[in-house]
């Protein structure tokens, strides 16, 4: 009936491994995409190894409508993005001249190999620029590459964003008074009747009106609605706090 579209995040960097540096783009763009209608189904945390960079990025693209990566896009010895994807996918990186004009426009005579590196892309790199932009958006196929900064990704992202939208997914929370083992057997019958509403069982702790939250989420309101209603029929009312 829907045709949602799909997405995987690779979250790039030695430095979300070893613990120096917490992870918050790959919330933030899980966030975006499902608002978006996109369905995200893998992240994945790699180190900065070419080899490795390469291969992900490549069962990624086979797999999934979209592919996100951030880290490794920079001038240092350790931002081997661009180098692992080009070998994933057995191309040739590549002076790209529109990434050499932002970037000379910038540093004009402190132009160096350490920026000059930054203007090597995959063969095939298309970009997206617009006025004032530092550095453009850069994706190579189906792979859209950020840096790892979370305030470069999320000013990059917001400016591509609209060109993921799909159909959106629409959701409801229950929130009940009781233990999951009280109410299971009741939500696996209603998950088996509604398979095109998928369900979540999450416990909450300290809340003193209730213990867990169920989402129902589903890309039609109307499928949605007849589930809902299957479930609030048969759950015990005294069990349920409040419905969004």
């Known amino acids: 009936m829907y045709n949602t579209k799909t997405a995987g995040i690779i979250i790039i960097g030695n430095e979300i491994l070893s613990g120096k540096v917490r992870d918050s783009n790959s919330y933030f763009l899980t966030c975006e995409l499902r608002e978006l209608g996109v369905d995200v189904k893998r ?18 693209s086979n797999t999934y409508d979209y592919v996100f990566t951030s880290g490794g896009v920079g001038p240092t010895h350790d931002d081997v993005t661009m180098a692992g994807i080009a070998k994933g996918f057995g191309v040739k990186l590549s002076k790209h001249h529109e990434i050499e004009k932002i970037l000379f426009s910038r540093f004009n ?8 590196k930054m203007t090597e892309v995959p063969e095939g790199t298309e970009v997206f620029i617009s006025d004032g932009m530092r550095y453009p958006v850069i994706y190579f196929r189906n792979i859209y590459i950020f840096a790892g900064i979370p305030d470069y990704l999320r000013e990059k992202f917001t400016i591509i964003r609209e060109r993921f939208r799909s159909s959106t997914f629409h959701l409801n929370k229950l929130f009940l008074n009781g233990h999951e083992s009280e109410f299971a057997e009741i939500l696996e019958s209603v998950v088996l009747n509604n398979k095109d509403v998928n369900f979540g069982s999450y416990p909450v702790l300290g ?3 209730y213990r867990v939250v169920v989402t ?21 009312h005294t069990m349920l706090y409040k419905v969004e």
């Open 207 to 209: 809340q003193p009106d």
């Open 216 to 236: 129902a989420e589903s890309k039609s309101e109307q499928l949605l609605k007849k589930a809902m209603d299957e479930l609030l029929n048969i759950l015990p």
């Open 43 to 60: 992240i994945l945390v790699i180190p900065d190894d070419i080899d490795v960079i390469g291969k992900t990025a490549l069962e990624f």
């Open 109 to 116: 005579r402190m132009m160096n190999d350490a920026v000059r």
